[in-house]
């Protein structure tokens, strides 16, 4: 029942931008802390950006710092993920996921009960 559709992924030339959008149905989306995750070609699943269930603080890993911001519209139960600046480094699979009353000090994958599919962002030279 639970369910998290990513959309937002594509193409995109170094220095340009994209905007992530997780839809979140089956759930009490307001109650729930949001994560997002990447996975890039050969390499482990990695931290991204988080944001606490009641909406009072993000965190970023540092290598997207500066660069990318999460936010949340509970009436929409959608969480964004905002891009800028984007490197060929950031070139992964984008997931989001979710869990209930969690903070944004949530950075590991086991702490996260519902994922997403995951949507391709490819960063280009």
């Known amino acids: 029942q639970v369910q998290l559709v990513e959309s937002g992924g594509g193409l995109v030339q170094a220095g340009g931008s994209l905007r992530l959008s997780c839809v979140a149905s089956?759930?009490?989306?307001?109650?729930?802390?949001m994560g997002w995750f990447r996975q890039p070609p050969g390499k482990e699943r990695e931290f991204v950006a988080a944001?606490?269930?009641?909406?009072?603080?993000?965190n970023y890993a540092e290598s997207v710092k500066g660069r990318f911001s999460t936010l949340r519209d509970n009436a929409k139960n959608t969480v964004y993920l905002q891009m800028n600046s984007l490197k060929p480094e950031d070139t992964a699979v984008y997931y989001c996921?979710?869990?209930?009353?969690?903070?944004?000090?949530?950075?590991?994958?086991?702490?996260?009960?519902?994922w997403g599919l995951g949507t391709q962002v490819t960063v280009s030279s």
């Open positions: 996921a979710a869990v209930k009353f969690g903070n944004s000090r949530f950075f590991q994958s086991s702490e996260y009960a519902s």
């Open positions: 089956g759930l009490d989306f307001s109650t729930h802390a």
């Open positions: 944001i606490s269930w009641n909406d009072d603080s993000t």
